[in-house]
């Protein structure tokens, strides 16, 4: 934007030097919708006389010469060529320029364009996302940005979303990225207060996807500096849609569908569970449960029909964007909804979202957004949790009815889990949330060149949950009826100065640069309270509870003082080099370690443009580019954790005592990362086919662990900056226009990452820190599967053959060996759009290979006799007698070999999966048709996701965390909310 | 123009810099919930609260490295002292390891109790550490911090007294024996560790010669009112009167006895000292509370108790004592309250239980830690002791006013007559110990001193663990199968240290106890 100003500027000074001349005008406008382009640059070809177009698109220029040639040049947009001859009036038709390297990217504090970024960015437009049926932005940039791996934690509606930039760098802080929407780092944590098992809300889904213009990923350090101590993950940058000059464009979107789990793994019937049952008693040498009657006429409750439902999704959009040269605007009202194919779990989003922008001078402007977003969610136990509603269908004996002859639930509470469908229906939990996000920039031009703008924005999100578990089900029934109702508030502030300076100096030499200061403060909120003993399942409130038992509040918060600059220089349009710093000053560092310093530097070469090069009809870029940076991870202090605490609650004599909670640690400080980058991008045939790979080492040291220390200093632990971990891969991202002819296109993008996670040392290295069946040990990546290897199932015996790693004749944990890992070898996406005159198809695939997945629901429901859960249809595969050959082993209740232990590797499995991600087919009406119509657009389409999946994975999907925010213990499948299978129709309309 | 311009650079720069000029304050935030060092004795109220502090650390502490159970003093320091005896009785998991000697360096009971002690010695020296502050500051006056550094120091005491019962050597056989670190200094930062690390085992005798420094300070900051909840200038002296018998320092035992004599009294009822709590018999106890006890698996009542009140009855009283010759079977601390309506035990299909402790649903008895009684018969002892030759008539007074109450008028009072020589009524004084502070955890600490003496050889035969399933055990002459003694010179006679405190002392770790490995 600067680059066009500034080229603005100097179209206006050259003109009127040729008084001799004859005036050509015309208008200007996109083939994409038929609208005027404000802003072009219409230049003399070879001359420095040109004229920007007005905001309806025209221009008046004059030309010395019918021989002129005038250049029509506009960001975003092919730039065109045309000879005046003897035309007076040139009506031009621009194309939005569809290459990458000549868009304009978002960075920390700026933009720039593509061609200038020398560190490793991601971007993903609106394009790219657009009608994808999701909850989420995190969801749809999927397989879409190289380095970055997005794996939902399981299909409940609105859930969680992990998101790993360029693999996992802490043990015990997080390893999401830092989102900042824009300009303003978010809270993206969880907000229900109270535990629903593994599952814990998203409020990355309380941004309307619809509003998004563009979204960035900083990888490397030298993208990600400038964010400091909150930069070691990567950095989100989500650039929300704003006003455009131009006559108000109206558009409408919509889509419909149904969804469905995206696979479903059936469990054994009545008869069969009970068949099995016996079995296990008749070879452990007893005798049979049950009789052959009662096996044969064995009832049969399908739980998985009677949870599920056809899930809907929903999505209604209306957006307005305008405005003249001074003022712009754009408002958007949005509705989603999507109710689970599970009952019980829905999730509905109200969003608005208004932005204007003004200029009151040439020296001073504003601008300003606001976001209202209500969200809506019914939440219910899951994952991970013996009361989910998942969980209990998944571990539901088939053999009894599930409803009494009156209809009521039949055995409600004879299994240890409960009633599934109870466990849906009768259980409420609703969390209704409130966020505002405000924003305000002033600038203000000092000079020409420098510029000091100033910006208050917040992020306010107030959440109420109401909970109620009725007498009617387990969770509910020893208190006789349990209502919790919760209050959050969780606010962030931030106000940040900004100085901003550019100019060129001679032809060759341009430099810009900011000196910025920043202030943050997040203040968490929060406090509930719980009511027991309830007259009966009809009253949930708290006003109706005989006994309010228990209630809390308290408030926690913490701030960041920083202090940034960056400087860009480029020479000739080849030589680009840039360097940061942050300083961060965080409350929740040690006194001695308060503030921390993040520098970065990058250079990167345009080899191109040499002589040698720029003439060649094959090589269109050819850009090198090396970066090293260093950043942070503040998330792992706990925001007081540096301090000398007391803690009330050390009571006495019915008296408040209280005590020392923690040791302090003046030095404990932030995780950082450091980080060296190589990248190489190029273009062929005119930027047609594009290639991009990078190459990154990152070294992360300061992890904080827990230090144990003598227990005579009356504490067991301390928490230090002790660890170190490392993470290097590559990344290869291509994009290509396949086939243009005869009105075919055919694009296609591929990216694909290979990332390598290696644990470098922890406190001590021959103590691995153990997290279930994971480890963090040093040499081996982060959670790396410690089991004991089984050798098939013994055709004689049915049972397991563990293998006696140690050879002492005994099976146990001492013959555990690394068998696993839960990062993937290699991940990424393919992306292939063909259009064919109206017609559009769009198929991505989403691929994730080489990482394991513990099937810990199979330690469950493939008990064979073991328990009394449920089973899987996969016990069927059971051995039966000697000489039989498969890998499921026989049937026991005494289980003497362990086969069930849960220390073993029959429980893990390779999750490598390919989907289909996405899958779309629309039509466009042709524009000649639209405007006798007075529409602008108009485009119907048909969608689907998670369409396929291939995989080997036993379980119902190999994406899921039954734990997100582990960091050790991942990839455990313990009765997750399988993936959706989603198809939508839709409808674009746009005036 | 250019001085316009640059001057317009300088406001804005200025202004930016202006912007972040309260730097210090605005990351210097401070908790809500919680309060920081600084401001934790800057009151008496809160000063009173960290007093508290030290006792809620005794009530409840770290066992497998969650605060449950009771360590070290909200119960465990009660039935790890009776499950190193033979006078209480182990059916269950729970204290098996104390009971059959099957401690090592990673069993929970003993590391559990290692732990929790610390935990509660680095509160007092937190407390000690800042009182001198507060009373600069104001905060108190000097009257409230002599009664806190007097609290502060009698609860180190006791801690480090627990400790070197268990972990070392008795000061009876070798004072120049390994002892445990006595801690005088607080761990209240991280850099602080490493001074922690340097404090090494030095002898039993620098233990016992510290703590009576720390009581001897105590009983002169300590006022003698109050109840047993909370420390008092009699508690100082009557610990000071164990500490000496341990120390076989007899005219000690009666000096410090002498102190207190007028001031408590051995109750009439036996009973009552487990009724209220404020008997004149009861010098020090901790209090627990609904809110605030060692919970289901560690409430004194609910592990001693009979199922049939509600308890787990994970421990009994041992058939051994209750058939023993000496426990004269009128004796009222034998009463059954399921017969009596009230009493001192309860009686079951399964055994005998004691029934000192009534509360095993709120877990709210107290821990009787310090009993008028116990220094009575401490100065019994000591007279006898010094009286070689010939029975003392004055232990046998001593004695006396703790067993007559418990048995009716039928029974004679002990007279000269009835002891051979002094050994004798040593005896009988021990003897008396064991009937009256049965299931009270006083019984290790006696078996400690008298073995370190050569008086008993060791740890005595014990019912079996997990053998007595009936009440004939207690009221036939039925075989009562026997095992867990354990000779005084046996390596297990003491506790090890912790192998994760070793380990996890990386400048000087403590020499191991002899015997274990790690």
Redesign the interface.
Same mark, same amino acid.
């Given at each position: 934007m600067r680059k066009l100003l500034l080229f603005s500027f100097l179209l206006l000074f050259s003109t009127g030097l040729y008084a001799q001349s004859r005036v050509v005008t015309g208008k200007v406008t996109s083939s994409e919708d038929g609208q005027p382009i404000p802003g072009v640059g219409v230049q003399v070809k070879g001359t420095t006389t040109g004229v920007p177009t007005d905001l309806d698109g025209s221009f008046r220029i004059e030309i010395p010469s019918s021989e002129s040639v005038l250049v029509f040049k506009a960001l975003g947009m092919i730039s065109k060529e045309v000879r005046v001859g003897n035309q007076s009036i040139i009506n031009v038709v621009l194309d939005p320029d569809t290459k990458t390297l000549g868009e304009v990217v978002v960075v920390g504090y700026g933009e720039m364009t593509k061609r200038e970024v020398t560190g490793a960015i991601s971007s993903v437009s609106s394009q790219d996302i657009k009608d994808l049926p999701v909850a989420g932005v995190d969801q749809a940039i999927q397989g879409r940005a190289a380095g970055v791996l997005v794996s939902s934690a399981s299909g409940t509606p609105g859930g969680a979303i992990s998101i790993n930039v360029r693999g996992t760098a802490s043990i015990s802080a997080s390893n999401e990225p830092l989102y900042v929407v824009d300009g303003l780092p978010i809270y993206s944590g969880n907000t229900s207060s109270i535990g629903l098992g593994g599952q814990v809300t998203n409020v990355l889904s309380q941004i309307n996807p619809n509003d998004i213009e563009s979204i960035e990923v900083l990888k490397d350090a030298a993208s990600a500096a400038i964010y400091g101590s909150r930069g070691a993950n990567g950095v989100v940058l989500i650039t929300t849609k704003r006003g455009k000059a131009g006559k108000a464009q109206v558009d409408l979107s919509i889509y419909r569908g149904v969804q469905e789990p995206a696979n479903r793994v059936e469990n054994v019937t009545g008869s069969q569970w009970r068949q099995l049952m016996n079995e296990s008693r008749v070879n452990d040498g007893g005798n049979p449960i049950f009789t052959e009657e009662q096996v044969a006429n064995a009832p049969n409750a399908d739980w998985f029909d009677l949870i599920f439902r056809q899930g809907t999704v929903e999505d209604y959009n209306v957006s307005i964007r305008g405005g003249s040269e001074n003022t712009q605007f754009f408002v958007s009202g949005g509705l989603f909804r999507n109710e689970g194919f599970i009952k019980g779990f829905d999730f509905t989003r109200y969003s608005t979202s208004l932005s204007v922008d003004h200029k009151f001078s040439e020296k001073v402007d504003l601008r300003s957004n606001l976001r209202i977003v209500n969200t809506r969610q019914n939440l219910r136990n899951n994952d991970n949790n013996i009361f989910g509603v998942f969980s209990a269908a998944n571990l539901g004996r088939p053999d009894f009815e599930p409803f009494t002859e009156e209809g009521d639930y039949n055995n409600a509470f004879s299994t240890l889990i409960g009633h599934p469908l109870a466990l849906a229906e009768e259980i409420k939990n609703e969390l209704n949330e409130f966020r505002f996000q405000p924003n305000i920039a002033v600038g203000y031009k000092i000079i020409p060149g420098l510029r000091f703008e100033t910006s208050f924005r917040a992020d306010i999100i107030y959440g109420r949950q109401d909970t109620y578990d009725p007498n009617t089900v387990r969770s509910g029934f020893a208190t006789n009826g349990t209502g919790t109702q919760a209050n959050n508030l969780f606010t962030t502030y931030l106000n940040e100065n900004v100085l901003s300076y550019s100019k060129t100096f001679g032809d060759d030499h341009y430099f810009d640069a900011i000196l910025g200061q920043s202030y943050q403060r997040y203040i968490s909120e929060t406090g509930f309270v719980t009511g027991i003993n309830f007259p009966g399942p009809d009253f949930k409130y708290i006003t109706s509870a005989a006994e309010v038992n228990s209630g809390s509040s308290s408030r926690t918060e913490y701030a960041l003082l920083s202090y940034f600059g960056r400087a860009n220089y480029r020479w000739r349009e080849k030589l680009l080099i840039s360097a940061s710093l942050r300083s961060d000053g965080s409350s929740r560092f040690g006194e001695e370690n308060r503030y921390g310093i993040f520098p970065a530097g990058s250079v990167g070469y345009i080899l191109s443009e040499e002589s040698f090069l720029n003439s060649s009809e094959v090589i269109s870029l050819l850009k090198g580019r090396v970066s090293y940076g260093i950043t942070g991870n503040q998330d792992g202090i706990g925001n007081f954790q540096a301090l000398n605490l007391y803690s009330a609650g050390a009571n006495y004599l019915a008296s408040p005592g209280f005590a020392p909670s923690q040791l302090p640690n003046a030095r404990l400080s932030w995780e950082e990362s450091s980080t060296l980058n190589f990248g190489v991008d190029m273009g062929f045939f005119n930027d047609r086919f594009q290639l991009s790979a990078e190459y990154f080492i990152q070294n992360t040291t300061n992890l904080l662990l827990n230090k144990p220390i003598p227990n005579t200093s009356g504490f067991t632990s301390i928490t230090e900056n002790i660890g170190s971990m490392r993470n290097n891969g590559l990344e290869l991202s291509l994009s290509a226009n396949v086939l243009n002819k005869g009105g075919f296109n055919w694009d296609t993008q591929f990216n694909i990452s290979f990332i390598k996670n290696e644990v470098t040392s922890i406190v001590d290295e021959s103590t691995p820190i153990n997290s279930l069946q994971s480890r963090a040990a040093v040499g081996q990546p982060l959670g790396a599967f410690f089991l004991i290897e089984t050798n098939g199932v013994d055709p004689e015996t049915g049972d397991l053959r563990f293998v006696d790693l140690n050879n002492d004749g005994v099976i146990n944990p001492d013959d555990r060996q690394y068998l696993g890992k839960p990062n993937p070898d290699y991940f990424g996406g393919f992306n292939n759009t063909f259009t064919y005159k109206g017609f559009d198809l769009n198929v991505f695939f989403q691929f994730t290979q080489g990482f394991d997945v513990i099937n810990r629901s199979a330690q469950f429901n493939q008990h064979l006799g073991f328990s009394a859960w449920g089973m899987s249809e996969i016990a069927l595969q059971r051995w039966q007698q000697p000489g039989d050959i498969t890998d499921i082993p026989r049937a026991t209740a005494a289980d003497p070999n362990r086969n069930n232990r849960v220390d073993s590797d029959r429980w893990l499995e390779d999750g490598s999966f390919v989907r289909l991600k996405n899958l779309s087919i629309g039509y466009t009406l042709p524009k000649s048709v639209l405007q006798s119509m007075g529409v602008r657009q108009f485009r119907i389409y048909a969608m689907a996701q998670n369409l396929v999946t291939w995989t080997k994975y036993t379980g119902w999907d190999p994406e899921l965390n039954s734990s997100p925010g582990a960091n050790i213990a991942r990839n455990y499948d313990f009765l997750t909310f399988p993936q959706a299978r989603t198809i939508t129709l839709g409808l674009n309309l746009g005036f | 123009m250019k001085n316009i311009?640059s001057n317009? #650079?300088k406001t804005?720069?200025v202004?930016?810099?202006m912007?972040?000029a309260t730097?210090c304050e605005?990351?210097? *935030?401070q %908790?809500?919930? !919680? #309060? %920081?060092?600084a401001e934790?004795f800057a009151d008496a109220n809160?000063v009173?609260?960290?007093?508290? &502090? !030290?006792?809620?650390?005794a009530?409840r502490g770290?066992y497998l490295?969650a605060v449950q159970r009771g360590y070290p003093f909200g119960a465990a320091s009660t039935q790890q002292g009776d499950m190193r005896g033979e006078d209480m009785y182990n059916d269950q998991l729970f204290y098996e390891i104390t009971y059959t000697n099957g401690q090592n360096p990673n069993t929970a009971n003993n590391?559990g109790q290692? #732990?929790s002690l610390?935990?509660?010695?680095?509160?007092a020296n !937190?407390v000690i550490e800042n009182l001198d502050i507060a009373l600069e500051a104001g905060a108190i006056t000097q009257e409230q911090r002599d009664g806190y550094l007097g609290e502060a120091l009698f609860l180190r005491a006791l801690a480090h007294h627990e400790l070197v019962i268990y972990f070392s050597r008795p000061y009876s056989d070798d004072p120049s024996a390994m002892g445990i $670190?006595y801690?005088t200094f $607080?761990?209240?930062?991280?850099?602080r560790?490493a001074e &922690?690390?340097a404090?090494g085992r030095g002898t039993v005798q620098g233990v016992y010669d510290q703590l009576l420094e720390d009581l001897d300070a105590a009983e002169g900051l300590l006022s003698p009112d109050g109840n047993a909840?909370?420390a008092t200038q009699g508690a100082a002296i009557a610990l000071k009167a164990r500490i000496k018998l341990h120390m076989e320092d007899w005219n000690g035992v009666l000096t410090e006895y002498n102190k207190i004599a007028g001031d408590y009294a051995v109750t009439a009822d036996p009973l009552e000292p487990f009724r209220n709590g404020t008997s004149s018999d009861n010098i020090f106890s901790f209090?627990n509370?609904e809110?605030?006890n060692a919970g289901v698996n560690g409430a004194l009542a609910t592990m001693y108790g009979n199922p049939a009140n509600g308890a787990r009855g994970l421990v009994k009283i041992s058939p051994l004592i209750w058939r023993a010759d000496f426990w004269h079977p009128e004796d009222l601390r034998r009463t059954d309250e399921t017969t009596e309506g009230e009493g001192m035990v309860s009686s079951g299909p399964l055994g005998i239980f004691t029934y000192k402790y009534t509360d095993a649903s709120t877990y709210s008895d107290p821990t009787v830690i310090i009993r008028f009684s116990e220094i009575v018969l401490a100065a019994a002892e000591a007279q006898a002791r010094l009286s070689p030759t010939i029975p003392s008539a004055s232990a046998i007074t001593l004695l006396n006013s703790v067993r007559d109450r418990a048995l009716p008028a039928s029974v004679p009072s002990y007279t000269a007559l009835d002891f051979l020589n002094t050994d004798a009524l040593i005896e009988a004084i021990i003897n008396e110990r064991r009937i009256e502070f049965l299931a009270e955890g006083r019984r290790w600490p006696d078996i400690h001193r008298l073995s370190g003496e050569g008086r008993m050889a060791g740890i005595p035969d014990k019912a079996a663990s997990r053998s007595v399933n009936n009440l004939d055990f207690y009221t036939t002459d039925r075989e009562i199968l026997l095992d867990h003694s354990l000779e005084y010179s046996d390596d297990l006679f003491i506790w090890p240290i $912790?192998l994760?405190?070793i *380990?996890?002392?990386t400048s000087n770790p403590l020499p191991q106890n002899p015997g274990y490995s790690g």
């Open positions: - | 311009l317009k #650079i804005a720069f202004a930016v810099a912007i972040g730097s605005v990351t210097d *935030l %908790p809500a919930n !919680i #309060i %920081p060092d934790a809160r009173n609260a960290a007093v508290l &502090g !030290i006792y809620e650390a009530q770290f490295g590391n290692w #732990i610390y935990r509660m010695i680095n509160r !937190i $670190p801690r $607080p761990i209240n930062d991280v850099s560790v &922690g690390e404090v909840f909370r209090e509370t809110a605030s $912790p994760e405190e *380990l996890t002392n």
